[in-house]
């Protein structure tokens, strides 16, 4: 009898939990979307819901804000977190770096910013100090494909830049605000390139706005994304988060962003942005020395062999060439080349690997060779080359 009574009060006593739990969450759950109704009507910028009181579930209010908003569970928050500012090494011994360099033919410093990271700034700095000592003058910063990340992080690189003395101005419910850079010590050259196209948004697009805003760089490539708003996180006891946007920005001199994007200064065609600046800046340098620039070669294939004519016999020997021709994948460095004599007065110059199908090239050749009578040459030329 005893053993009947005690399944008996088991069975009780679960049908009676059971509705207690299920009226717990269901609180919990009330309370929740309060809290979300509380921020929304407090921070939110944007048109608020009319009927934002009537609303029962998350799910509804956030289906009625803009597309940046959302609602994070505990592991999609801390997903976002570990991708966006994570310091971990791990992570970026698996996942490819935030911040990468790489120094360009010309003594062209190449920084990329896959994302605006929390510790983006101090990664920038050690990249740059480290092409400036190999001779870096000239600095490309490449912003393409970057959706944005911390605004701090922009805020950072502005004061990177001189003359710029606004990173952005920001209009929120409160009011407009005029947002200056972190200023650093640590100053990029005058002749500093911003690479953009059509992914770049956000936090890429305040760096790009307050830039050209200011004339202090040169923005290259295609119309940013025009992605204009501020997101803000508001963080929950069990993790959770909202990201809310909170505000709009404007460049310093009121230029809209948000859903109108940036225009670079240099439009360039997709994918080809690198390139193009690059071969402006050699072009630039090259006319500044007095070299010439002799034909435009187009379609080339990727195993082509070049033929350099001079109008007289020359002294062709390799100590006379081996330095002083030089193919350039525009982008990059100068590739590996074989040169050989073809008579008295032709060299044949041929990359010891095939060139990039697509790819451009300039053709460098300095000045300094010497005819059969000890007579130099004076003036250099260059050949810009596509490859078919």
């Known amino acids: ?72 569970t505990p592991d999609e928050y801390t997903n976002y977190v570990s991708a966006v500012g994570a310091d971990d090494i791990a992570l970026h011994d698996i996942h490819e770096p935030a911040v990468s360099s790489a120094m360009l033919y010309g003594n062209v410093g190449y920084i990329s ?9 101090k990664d920038v700095i050690r990249h740059y100090s480290s092409l400036k000592k190999q001779g870096a003058d000239k ?13 701090e992080s ?22 407009n605000t005029t947002v200056k850079p972190v200023q650093s010590k640590i100053k990029f050259p005058k002749q500093t390139y911003i690479l953009v196209n059509r992914y770049s948004a956000s936090a890429s697009e305040i760096v790009a706005a307050s830039l050209q805003d200011q ?10 994304k025009g992605k204009g708003t501020i997101q803000s996180f508001f963080e929950f006891e069990d993790g959770a988060a909202l990201k809310l946007t909170i505000g709009e920005f404007t460049g310093p001199k009121k230029s809209k962003i948000h859903r109108k994007g940036i225009a670079p200064t240099i439009d360039c065609e997709h994918d080809k942005e690198l390139s193009t600046i690059h071969a402006r800046i050699l072009k630039d340098s090259l006319a500044h020395q007095q070299y010439k620039q002799v034909d435009d070669l187009q379609n080339v294939l990727t195993d082509k062999t070049f033929h350099l004519h001079f109008t007289q016999e020359m002294n062709l020997t390799y100590n006379q060439t081996s ?27 041929t990359p010891n690997k095939r060139m990039q199908k697509g790819g451009s090239y300039f053709l460098i050749v300095q000045p300094g060779f010497a005819n059969d009578k000890g007579r130099t040459t004076k003036q250099g030329i260059y050949t810009p080359i596509t490859v078919k």
């Open 1 to 72: 009898m005893k053993q009947i009574q005690s399944i008996l009060l088991a069975f009780i006593t679960i049908i009676l939990l059971a509705p207690a739990a299920a009226a717990q969450t269901q609180t919990a759950e009330a309370a929740r979307v309060d809290d979300i109704k509380f921020f929304v009507e407090n921070f939110y910028y944007g048109d608020i819901p009319e009927n934002l009181q009537s609303m029962t579930t998350i799910d509804q209010i956030i289906e009625a804000l803009d597309e940046y908003s959302r609602y994070m």
């Open 113 to 121: 910013i896959t994302t605006f990271s929390t510790n983006m700034d």
């Open 139 to 151: 600095l490309v910063i490449d912003l393409r494909y970057n959706g944005g990340g911390y605004v």
């Open 154 to 175: 922009a805020e950072q690189l502005l004061g990177h830049f001189e003359g710029v003395k606004t990173a952005y101005e920001m209009k929120t419910r409160e009011g």
């Open 215 to 224: 004339q202090a760089a040169i923005i290259v490539g295609e119309q940013t």
């Open 323 to 349: 330095n002083k021709v030089e193919l350039v994948k525009l982008g990059g460095v100068a590739v590996p080349i074989s040169i050989k004599p073809n008579g008295a007065n032709t060299l044949d110059i």
